[in-house]
């Protein structure tokens, strides 16, 4: 049975004792993502990843659902961890403890035995949009939101996926005994404890990053009881329990060994990346995967509907950007001209808006994509190139309203000369590097870390162990991993490609109305 909570306080957890890793000591990261899992096998004292294993999701949907079954997830991680461990030769008495990054805003709802009702519905799930915009226009509009949650309702948060569920589904409402994140339900299952930390729950928009607790009006207007929400631990590395003998059993891991809270994706990112008070503060970072997201960590409060304004595992803040349309929506493009992703070139005065999907910044839930400037001399790979630089530049556009919420100013030297840390699937790709680099017009760092997700997990389970600061031993971890592979991977500042950029943004643009259909 799920455990209940009054909702509004940070967790309390026990002290533990820090004990050194040693060579021999291990802990498990875990990056519960949209398609698929992520283990790790991560060394404490050196950050080494002695194995990586993954596991597939089935997501379904159409015409704007996205759905995938909660069980599936944690048959995912059983298999993954349990793959992983084998493939480290460690033994299972080495490991201190794990932790759960996962997909952000998903909606779990489950009954009185902890059984999920019904799919999930996921974050780039857009059949909550209208119910997003009705939202939107209460407690002050979107300003109002975004002072006190630090986001305004977009289609892909979880109140408005709530809301949605109470109008189309009130008898699966009506049933729910617990309502999770991905993350919490996962975190769930290992512990048999509730928690979330504020890092993920703030992708509700029914945790205010301003008081940092629920928000009771919040909650009155989305008709949700606060009781059926987890407590929100103080942060991503907090030891919210240990792992039951079911979870151990499931996974071949010892009983007792240490829980954390655990987080959100992209905030378990940050703290793989060695972002955070402890590493790199105001320092960005774009991942190109499902979804194309750029953000940074900083000690100042974001506050603007302009962007997700995401508290961090850390206990500081993560101002986000992010977009429907990447990596996927550029290998679809790839698929119907019948090319190779590598094979494409610079757009010329072709514009592709690959909105595949709905676009989530700029908030365009119902759009599809747009193709423009096309000529009897276009080539395939030019339109593949454009795909390209449209999904590109879109997040791009972002950049320097997240960059603005603290730090120096975007257009101070010592901002455009800060270097942008490129991850995800994407940054494996020559034409993805490229095109950043190109549009960018600043110093593109490709860190070591090959998982961050799952490092910055595996982080915060060390934390949670009593090994201290989940951010600090990430970014030493990461220098160990620079020094042994013949230091940092960084490519100097080419000239930002003005006439692309010009191009794409007027389209953009121009275009937004009509892309706003019905």
Same mark, same amino acid.
């Given at each position: 049975m799920p455990r209940r909570a009054s909702g509004a306080t940070k967790d309390s957890t026990r002290p533990v004792t820090r004990r050194t890793g040693g060579a021999d000591g291990l802990v498990i990261g875990v990056d519960s993502s949209t398609?698929?899992?992520?283990?790790?096998?991560?060394?404490?004292?050196?950050?080494?990843?002695?194995?990586?294993?993954?596991?597939? %999701?089935?997501?379904?949907?159409?015409?704007?659902?996205?759905?995938?079954?909660?069980?599936?997830?944690?048959?995912?991680?059983?298999?993954?961890?349990?793959?992983?461990?084998?493939?480290?030769?460690?033994?299972?008495?080495?490991?201190?403890?794990?932790?759960?990054?996962?997909?952000?805003?998903?909606?779990?709802?489950?009954?009185?035995?902890?059984?999920?009702?019904?799919?999930?519905?996921?974050?780039?799930?857009?059949?909550?949009?209208?119910?997003?915009?009705?939202?939107?226009?209460?407690?002050?509009?979107?300003?109002?939101?975004?002072?006190?949650?630090?986001?305004? =309702?977009?289609?892909?948060?979880?109140?408005?996926?709530?809301?949605?569920?109470?109008?189309?589904?009130?008898?699966?409402?009506?049933?729910?005994?617990?309502?999770?994140?991905? %993350?919490?339900?996962?975190?769930?299952?290992?512990?048999?404890?509730?928690?979330?930390?504020?890092?993920?729950?703030?992708?509700?928009?029914?945790?205010?990053?301003?008081?940092?607790?629920y928000d009771p009006a919040v909650l009155d207007l989305i008709g949700l009881d606060?009781? @059926? @929400?987890?407590?929100?631990?103080?942060?991503?590395?907090?030891?919210?329990?240990?792992?039951?003998?079911?979870?151990?059993?499931?996974?071949? @891991?010892?009983?007792?060994?240490?829980?954390?809270?655990?987080?959100?994706?992209?905030?378990?990112?940050?703290?793989g990346l060695g972002l955070g008070a402890a590493g790199l503060m105001d320092h960005p970072v774009l991942s190109l995967g499902t979804s194309g997201t750029v953000y940074t960590v900083?000690?100042?409060?974001?506050?603007?509907?302009?962007?997700?304004?995401?508290?961090?595992?850390?206990? %500081? %803040?993560?101002?986000?950007?992010?977009t429907l349309n990447c990596t996927l929506a550029v290998d679809r493009v790839a698929a119907l001209l019948g090319l190779s992703r590598d094979t494409a070139e610079a757009g010329g005065e072709v514009v592709l808006l690959p909105f595949l999907d709905g676009e989530r910044t700029p908030d365009l839930p119902t759009a599809s994509g747009l193709l423009t400037g096309l000529r009897h001399s276009t080539s395939?790979?030019?339109?593949?190139?454009?795909?390209?630089?449209?999904?590109?530049?879109?997040?791009?556009?972002?950049?320097?309203?997240? @960059?603005?919420?603290?730090? =120096?100013?975007?257009?101070? =030297?010592?901002?455009?000369?800060?270097?942008?840390?490129?991850?995800?699937?994407?940054?494996?790709?020559?034409?993805?590097?490229?095109?950043?680099r190109r549009l960018a017009g600043r110093p593109v760092l490709l860190p070591r870390t090959a998982e961050p997700v799952a490092v910055g997990a595996a982080a915060l389970a060390a934390s949670a162990a009593g090994e201290g600061d989940a951010v600090a031993l990430a970014r030493a971890w990461e220098r160990t991993r620079e020094e042994a592979a013949g230091g940092v991977r960084e490519l100097p500042a080419v000239e930002r490609d003005r006439e692309t950029w010009e191009r794409v943004s007027g389209v953009l643009d121009r275009a937004t109305p009509a892309l706003l259909r019905p």
């Open positions: 398609q698929s899992t992520t283990a790790v096998v991560v060394e404490i004292a050196t950050g080494r990843v002695r194995a990586t294993e993954s596991a597939p %999701h089935e997501v379904r949907g159409e015409s704007g659902a996205r759905e995938s079954d909660p069980e599936s997830w944690w048959r995912a991680l059983a298999g993954a961890v349990g793959a992983a461990l084998a493939a480290s030769g460690a033994p299972p008495a080495a490991v201190r403890g794990i932790a759960v990054a996962g997909q952000q805003h998903g909606l779990v709802v489950l009954d009185r035995a902890g059984a999920p009702l019904r799919p999930a519905m996921l974050w780039n799930d857009t059949r909550a949009a209208p119910q997003a915009a009705a939202l939107a226009e209460a407690l002050g509009g979107p300003g109002g939101w975004a002072d006190r949650t630090g986001s305004a =309702p977009v289609a892909a948060v979880t109140a408005a996926k709530w809301r949605w569920l109470t109008e189309h589904e009130p008898r699966t409402a009506a049933a729910t005994a617990a309502v999770r994140l991905p %993350h919490d339900y996962l975190t769930e299952r290992l512990a048999g404890t509730a928690a979330t930390d504020p890092g993920d729950a703030s992708g509700t928009c029914w945790y205010a990053t301003a008081t940092g607790a606060a009781r @059926l @929400l987890p407590p929100v631990a103080a942060g991503g590395g907090i030891r919210v329990g240990d792992l039951t003998p079911a979870a151990a059993a499931a996974l071949g @891991l010892p009983e007792g060994i240490a829980v954390a809270a655990g987080t959100g994706d992209n905030m378990a990112a940050a703290v900083t000690r100042a409060r974001p506050a603007t509907p302009a962007l997700s304004g995401f508290a961090s595992a850390d206990g %500081h %803040h993560l101002p986000l950007a992010c395939r790979q030019q339109i593949l190139g454009a795909a390209y630089e449209g999904a590109v530049v879109t997040v791009l556009r972002a950049l320097d309203t997240v @960059l603005a919420v603290g730090g =120096p100013a975007p257009a101070s =030297p010592q901002a455009a000369t800060r270097p942008l840390r490129l991850i995800g699937g994407g940054a494996r790709g020559p034409y993805w590097v490229e095109t950043v």
